[in-house]
């Protein structure tokens, strides 16, 4: 099936996505922030480079866009018609990277977690989901000279 817009138009609204500081990226960031916990901002020293890195809590947050990490049974997990086989690669390349940077990391001794971006569409869903990882990953007690990131 051809592409329903020209190469020039796609290229430029592909090229309009963002990678960093989307807006399910920011929501999770200000709640974070609101809840008291400090972070650090896509750690390029840690594999994968994490979107948000709690450091005092080792945890390592990725926000995921549901299309191109394939978040399972998410509606906004669609497959392009045109070029199918060049999506399917993409996909697959991108879920490997990500199994191989969360193994990375775990070897590491961070604590990883995955919200997705449907999910933070959902506030009540997204703020139990920081609740819980707040409870469940403490600070330690080496943290308390962790500054704030931004």
Known sequence: M????????RSRNMSLIRS???KPEIMVRK?????????RL????????PD???????????????????HEGCRRTTTPA???EFWLQKFSDNLRRDAEAIAKLQGMGWNVVVIWEC????PRVLESTVDELLDRYPLTQAAGNIPAGR
């Open 42 to 49: 896509s750690n390029h020293s840690l594999p994968g480079s």
């Open 2 to 9: 051809a592409d329903r817009i020209d190469k020039q138009r």
């Open 119 to 122: 999910e933070t569409m959902k």
């Open 20 to 22: 960093k500081d989307t």
């Open 31 to 39: 709640l974070l922030h609101r809840k008291g916990a400090r972070f």
């Open 52 to 70: 948000i890195v709690l450091p005092g809590r080792q945890l390592a947050i990725f926000v995921h866009g549901c299309f191109w990490h394939r």
């Open 82 to 84: 045109s070029n199918k």
